[in-house]
């Protein structure tokens, strides 16, 4: 008996392969970020040379009017050309994604194809087949014709976001074209991202986060496409954005930096100025390298890294900077991380390498779920230990709402998948995210302080917007700076930043933060510095709680300052231990140590 069945062709007929190369796009952009730096310049040099000493009258005013006129003109050069720079260097980080998406394709229908010869040779070999092999084999091949009609459709999708891409980059160029245009202050910037920015909800219009993210779903891909290329700076900070597209965003601006401003410095030309911002721009660049690179201790995959704050020359240089490691947008578990004085983007790479400590220890000890920590500079810290904003509570105030303003957006950014949040502050950073729990009601899960000077304007852990069964505390006896606060009853006065967050009158869950090779007397060195040291007990349990098992945590009996002495530590005289705990003394199974 011969089988009948009909069995799909294979299509698509090609797996058409997108054109280009992402590595000539990348020269080619870094060639006109390298002219709009020779544009700047020669700007630069003509405020210089306008007036010449002794010179006056009417040839001298002219002089003058023609000088100031070719570098208002030779900015506004710099500024287009910056801008066409940024849609080439967006249009290869699509084209490395258009690629990889004709890859994944390509072996779809390798395997599509093979499914289908050997579904021919089955049906030919079935010469007396019973109903039930025919109805299997009719099966198959009915998938299989499904399978192609997907296939078919993602293609038709692929080579659709192809054209968008080539179009982008296009209309950027002819934004730019004539002398007139590329003179205007919209100069390089196309017609369907102007378009998209007038509308409302757009950032930089006073939307809320909510709205901002409204704003997106509502765009087209080629119009968000368009939004990131030529306004990378206000996508890459709007809070309600996913944070995939602020750091696709932030990147672009970074790659300018890089190339525009090393451009300046191979010419001699750098600014003292630009050239703190081309060394924080060198800090992001290898901070997201490492963050790129690291593996997951579990799967062996690259979760990735994330730039979702890119500011190098905010705040006199010390710079604004936000790098994540692992996926923002999905993780079921999320850690920010608030430093504290003394913290620039200097330390950016640093802070970068703790952020990979919190991961891996969230996921060895946690429960399988999924892990994003990030590092947040995003106020401005005090620069030194001897720095008057040290000793008071405005730098902190001011960072607690942005702080709590980030996680906002954070929050807007993904409503109907909301992660279990951590808010982390270390030194001044504690009073800061206590600021933020406080003050401006941080929509955060759990918060942590360690290292604290004070929890700014809490008395008590019932003041955070988390509650005080969600506060916890690590405090390493021999850390100087985490006695400053006051413990109850005797106050510090002016030395603190607020009540003592481990001491028994606050209220929050004290876990164990000695470090193992602790020194004899307190100090501002490792005591301070190492609560998210590898084999830490402080970063063990600082794990748990991101993982969302802060009912598993070590504690440590509170601080406590009896009326007729001074403020004593029960975790003096313990002996501390290295990595996982072996025996729990969780908040149900206290143990005095």
């Given amino acids: ?291 790129d690179a690291f593996e997951d201790p579990i799967t062996g995959e690259r979760p990735g890294g994330l730039l979702h704050l890119y500011d190098p020359g905010a705040f006199d240089g010390d710079g604004r900077v936000a790098i994540g490691v692992g996926d923002l947008d999905t993780a079921d578990d999320v850690a920010i991380f608030t430093p504290g004085i003394t913290t620039t983007m200097d330390d950016t790479t640093s802070y970068t390498g703790q952020m990979i400590n919190l991961y891996e220890a969230t996921r060895y000890n946690g429960d399988g779920s999924s892990v994003a920590t990030l590092f947040w500079l995003g106020y401005d810290a005090p620069d030194a230990f001897y720095d008057p904003a040290t000793a008071t509570e405005g730098r902190a105030e001011d960072g607690g709402r942005r702080l709590a303003d980030m996680v906002d957006g954070l929050r807007a950014s993904r409503p109907d998948d909301p992660a279990h949040l951590t808010a982390i502050g270390h030194s001044y950073g504690s009073t800061t995210t206590s600021y933020a729990a406080g003050d401006f009601d941080l929509a955060a899960d759990d918060v942590v302080l360690i290292g604290s000077p004070g929890a700014g304007p809490a008395d008590h852990a019932d003041d955070f917007s988390v509650g005080a069964d969600n506060v916890y505390v690590g405090r390493d006896s021999r850390d100087i700076v985490a006695v400053l606060g006051d413990e109850g009853w005797v106050g510090k006065g002016p030395v603190g930043l607020g009540t003592d967050p481990s001491s028994d009158d606050f209220g929050a869950t004290r876990f164990e933060a000695e470090d193992v090779d602790r020194a004899d007397i307190r100090n501002w060195g490792d005591a301070h510095s190492s609560y998210l040291h590898h084999d830490s007990e402080s970063l063990y349990n600082i794990g748990l709680i991101v993982d969302g098992h802060g009912d598993r945590v070590n504690v440590a009996e509170h601080s406590y300052d009896p009326w007729y002495d001074f403020a004593r530590d029960p975790e003096w005289d313990r002996e501390p231990s290295s990595g996982v705990q072996g025996e729990s003394r969780t908040r149900e199974n206290r143990m005095v140590p």
């Fill in 1 to 291: 008996m011969t089988v009948t069945i009909d069995v799909p062709p294979s299509q698509p007929a090609e797996v058409v392969r997108p054109e280009g190369d992402p590595g000539g796009a990348d020269t080619l952009a870094e060639a006109l970020h390298t002219a709009s730096g020779r544009y700047e310049e020669f700007s630069d040099e003509t405020a210089r040379i306008q007036w010449i000493g002794g010179w006056y009258g009417d040839a001298a005013d002219a002089y003058r009017e023609a000088t100031a006129e070719a570098g208002e003109e030779h900015a506004a050069m710099a500024r287009t050309v910056e801008r066409v720079g940024r849609a080439v260097t967006a249009y290869a980080d699509t084209l490395r994604d258009l690629l990889r998406t004709y890859e994944e394709q390509v072996d779809r229908k390798e395997a599509l194809d093979a499914r289908r010869s050997a579904l021919i040779a089955d049906i030919n070999a079935a010469t007396e087949a019973t109903p039930d092999v025919v109805a299997a084999l009719r099966e198959r091949a009915t998938e299989l014709r499904d399978d192609y009609a997907e296939l078919v459709t993602d293609h038709d999708d692929l080579q659709r976001r192809v054209r968008e891409a080539e179009d982008l980059l296009r209309q950027s160029f002819q934004a730019g074209t004539s002398l007139d245009r590329a003179l205007a202050d919209d100069g390089g910037v196309p017609q369907s991202a102007q378009d998209a920015l007038s509308r409302r909800g757009a950032p930089g219009s006073e939307a809320t986060p909510e709205q901002v993210h409204d704003w997106w779903l509502g765009l087209s891909e080629a119009e968000r496409e368009a939004v990131v290329s030529s306004y990378p700076e206000l996508i890459g900070s709007a809070d309600g954005l996913p944070a995939s597209v602020r750091d696709d965003a932030n990147r672009v601006v970074l790659d300018d930096d890089l190339a525009t401003l090393g451009s300046k410095r191979d010419d001699g030309t750098l600014s003292p100025t630009e050239e703190r911002v081309l060394a924080n721009a060198e800090q992001a660049r290898q901070a997201l390298e490492d963050a």
